[in-house]
């Protein structure tokens, strides 16, 4: 079975972090609503979808894919960057626990999951605001052992890898240029965004249908150009609060 981890988007949505974007109103009701419609694209593409609880304590923890990375073996609960935000752990080791031995990243180390990128047993790691070298060294050093090999990425000018690049088939890569080199993903098929969606490199990829934000068009057609199929939703409320598509959600197989 594949199982989707998803959380309800807090009241408090409004005072979440920021690091790129200027503060703008957040329609509450309207994010309600885009995310209900995100869970329904994962029901639909067969993933069952767990929905924990939102938590006004916890303005930012819809974005359930930074608290945790996944793989077959395990479930590596993170030590996100921002303070405000390690106490949305709890819950997700909580789940988590029930699928997989749960390990935890630990101080001095910093980490997001939005910044782990991780094709087979390839694991790609940004360099980021939020993920310090601490952070790289102790998840190689948690997965060497099952044969993973563990890169770091230097970045620039976004919050996580996967505002910069993200997984869209088996071996193929969407990314922006501009943010991360191409020449990070030696072997893969990549796709670069459309010039005028430098955001558009953050795609949800389902395994039959990929999904991607309404706010970009052109990206979407090269990625279909490639011959993937893909889906769009509004997440226009998400975006105000520096999310995306893949932020949304810990996929995995139970
Ligand atoms: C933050 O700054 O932490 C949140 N406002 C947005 C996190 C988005 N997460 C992600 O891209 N994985």
Not at 89 to 107: D, M, N, P, Q
Not at 108 to 123: E, F, S
Not at 165 to 183: D, E, F, H, Q, R
Not at 235 to 253: N, Q
């Amino acid at each position: 079975m594949q199982y989707a981890i998803t959380r309800e988007v807090s009241a408090t949505i409004g005072r979440c972090e920021l690091t790129y974007r200027k503060r703008e109103p957040i329609d509450v009701e309207l994010a309600h609503a885009q995310h209900a419609a995100y869970r329904a694209v994962l029901h639909h593409a067969g993933w069952a979808v767990i929905e924990l609880p939102a938590t006004a304590e916890c303005p930012d923890s819809v974005f359930v894919e930074d608290t945790a990375v996944v793989t077959d073996e395990l479930a590596i609960i993170t030590r996100p960057g921002a303070p405000s935000r390690r106490p949305e752990t709890v819950a997700i080791a909580e789940v988590l626990g029930r699928f997989r031995e749960v390990v935890r990243i630990e101080e001095p180390a910093t980490i997001d999951g939005g910044d782990v990128l991780r094709i087979g047993r390839r694991v790609w790691v940004g360099l980021t605001s939020r993920t310090n070298v601490a952070a790289i060294e102790s998840l190689r050093h948690i997965l060497v052992r099952y044969g993973y090999s563990v890169v770091g990425v230097p970045l620039r000018g976004c919050l996580h890898l996967k505002s910069a690049a993200t997984v869209v088939g088996p071996a193929s890569v969407v990314l922006n240029p501009g943010w991360v080199s191409p020449a990070t993903f030696p072997g893969l098929e990549t796709i670069e965004v459309d010039p005028q969606e430098p955001d558009a490199a953050n795609v949800l990829w389902l395994g039959a249908v990929s999904v991607v934000s309404q706010a970009h068009p052109r990206t979407r057609a090269r990625i279909e150009a490639h011959g993937i199929t893909c889906r769009t939703i509004d997440v226009s409320e998400l975006a105000k609060a520096e999310g995306a598509l893949t932020c949304c959600s810990i996929l995995f197989e139970g």
